[in-house]
């Protein structure tokens, strides 16, 4: 049975362990893919949030990167003397997000729509510009300049059109470890091609068209571009124009800390704590799932930690349930194997007993009445020895085999006999006789004592109650003597309409640990079979199941003065003048003997 239950209990915890750490896979799954939800939502209000505002910047045709140009004929040669010329709106532009717009000639000169020279300088004048704030745009340009060199830009210009390029033609099924990354993937790929700076065409030959200028123009991606050290960076945001085989750059410069404080705003309530941090050109991300498509730029969260699981989910409840059956059928199965072990003990006990009771009387009785019958006995007072011999065994079997099936109807909760009112004297003078017999028969003497609170009457089995008593007296007979023949003594008593019958010997009493064993069936203790003394073992265990039927209790108590003091307590005492009409005996009733 240990075994069994050891492999049951291992067998249980491993699949509890499996099942655990399933839950806490499966939860650990659900705040991965809730998490990744977060961030494609979060990258996904950055990216509208700065459509707006790169979409106007790709709309925006290329003649306007000029203060001034004729209405009819854009990026023409030369001016005519009639021309009129057209404020571009960009003049008056201004925006928290961009700072200055700019253009790069084929020549690799630098100039700024908001930032007229000569002659269309006095005409700004004239609007609602002031000198200071034409100072203050030149500033900011004098500080593009030295970032702005014409073939490093346009070198980075066009590496940065390849490398949109190919994110849009490259397949949405790269080799990614984990379907997350693949679904991160898809939404980064879908985002670019999405993103407005797309908009713009990227294949050569494409041409924007105007009715003022016959020549071709191709304008190319608008592409931002970091220029700047760590801690002076800049975000330029760059196109290539082509007018007519020669190419100029337009593009401007954007205020970066306000870009990111007004992303980082879209996302606080998805992630308070998130930075946006630059992607320079020489470093790649190690993923695209949290890479903004529109700047070169990670969006950088902190994980979201994992929710424990709740003590009351399906899982555990199944487990919890499991266990408890588990343990409720290995409690039920150890209880039954121990019954069944003791039930088979108590047989061995008794058939030990009883066969060892049974064998010395019969093996006299053969013995005798075989001396008997072969004549083999002479004298007639040997020959009336044996006979009184005879007597004795047969008076022994018949305590045996009545004390045996006594306890068997006991154990079927039958009762010994139906009580009747009777007087506690009465009852005490009844059970005397043979107390003081068997007292007289081991050479012993018994007092019997009454109190003052024990009388009165009560109904009663008197059978049942000398049956008890005579037990215990037996046993004191057998066990209670110290060195001399055993002083036994018999106090009836009363309190609270309980009836007291105590039994009391001057014997060693009974060894620690062994006020309960000596009450159960075929135990005699550890002065047990090997003292010489016969019987079964059914004494204490047959006077504590008949107490019980009576309503009452038989238990070990401390003596005063030593020995063993068994104390009988019988409910229902009815003080001397407290009888009722209906329970006294009728006139014409015998009394019982």
């Known amino acids: 049975f240990g075994a069994c239950a050891v492999l049951v209990v291992l067998a249980l915890g491993w699949i509890s362990w499996m099942v655990l750490g399933l839950e806490q896979a499966g939860i650990r799954a659900r705040a991965e893919a809730e998490h990744q939800e977060s961030l494609r939502l979060a990258l996904w209000r950055m990216e509208s949030r700065l459509a707006p505002f790169t979409v106007r910047e790709v709309a925006r045709p290329y003649f306007q990167y000029q203060s001034y140009y004729p209405q009819q004929q854009a990026y023409s040669p030369s001016l005519k003397p009639r021309d009129v010329l057209t404020p571009s709106p960009l003049l008056l532009f201004h925006s928290d997000t961009v700072r200055l717009h700019f253009q790069i000639d084929p020549q690799g000169g630098l100039s700024s729509p908001q930032v007229p020279r000569g002659e269309q300088r006095t005409l700004a004048l004239y609007t609602p510009l002031t000198e200071e704030d034409l100072q203050a745009r030149q500033a900011v340009l004098d500080e593009l300049r030295p970032w702005l060199e014409r073939e490093e830009i346009l070198a980075r210009v066009d590496r940065a059109e390849v490398e949109v390029g190919r994110r849009l033609s490259r397949p949405v099924s790269p080799p990614v470890e984990t379907v997350q990354a693949l679904k991160s993937q898809a939404e980064f790929e879908k985002r670019v091609s999405n993103s407005s700076f797309c908009q713009a065409p990227l294949q050569p030959g494409a041409v924007s068209w105007d009715p003022s200028n016959a020549s071709s123009v191709v304008v190319g991606t608008l592409v931002p571009l970091w220029v700047g050290n760590e801690e002076t960076l800049q975000i330029l945001f760059v196109r290539r124009v082509t007018i007519g085989g020669e190419k100029y750059l337009q593009g401007f410069l954007a205020d970066w800390e306000t870009i990111r404080e007004d992303l980082l705003a879209e996302v606080r309530d998805l992630f ?24 070169p730029a990670v969006l950088e969260v902190s994980r979201m930690a994992t929710v424990p699981a709740v003590m009351n989910s399906p899982a ?15 409690i039920a199965v150890a209880m039954t194997l121990r019954s069944s072990m003791a039930f088979a003990e108590r047989r061995r006990r008794f058939v030990s007993a009883v066969t060892h009771e049974l064998r ?74 043979p107390l003081q017999r068997r007292a007289e028969a081991c050479g012993g003497s018994v007092a019997i004592t009454v109190g003052p609170q024990a009388q009165g009457s009560l109904q009663v089995d008197a059978d049942a109650v000398g049956q008890i008593l005579f037990n215990l007296v037996d046993n004191a007979c057998k066990y209670g003597g110290k060195e001399g023949p055993p002083a036994i003594r018999l106090h009836a008593g009363g309190t609270d309409g309980v009836l007291t019958l105590e039994v009391q ?64 307590t019988l409910p229902g005492l009815l003080r001397t003048g407290h009888v009722t009409a209906a329970e006294m005996p009728r006139p014409d009733a015998r009394p019982a003997r």
């Open 360 to 433: 010395t009387p019969l093996t006299t009785f053969r013995m005798y009445s075989e001396m008997l019958a072969d004549g083999m006995v002479k004298d007639p007072k040997a020959r009336q020895d044996y006979l009184d011999t005879l007597k004795e065994e047969s008076e022994r079997l018949t305590t045996i085999v009545e004390n045996v099936l006594l306890y068997a109807r006991l154990e079927e909760g039958k009762a010994s006999g139906a009580p009747r009112l009777m007087e506690v004297d009465t009852l005490v003078e009844a059970i005397r006789a």
């Open 272 to 295: 308070p704590d998130a930075r946006l941090l630059p992607i320079l050109e020489d470093r790649s991300p190690a993923s695209s799932e949290a890479l903004l498509a529109g700047i």
């Open 316 to 330: 555990r409840v199944t487990l919890a349930l499991t266990w408890l059956a588990a343990v409720v059928a290995l």
């Open 505 to 568: 010997d001057d014997g060693p009493g009974i060894p620690a640990g062994e006020e309960r064993v000596i009450f159960e069936p075929f135990e005699r203790g550890a002065g047990g079979p090997g003292n010489g003394e016969s019987g079964v073992g059914l004494g204490l265990a047959l006077a504590r199941d008949l107490a019980r039927s009576l309503g009452g209790e038989l238990k070990l108590v401390s003596a005063a003065g030593g020995g063993a003091c068994f104390r009988l």
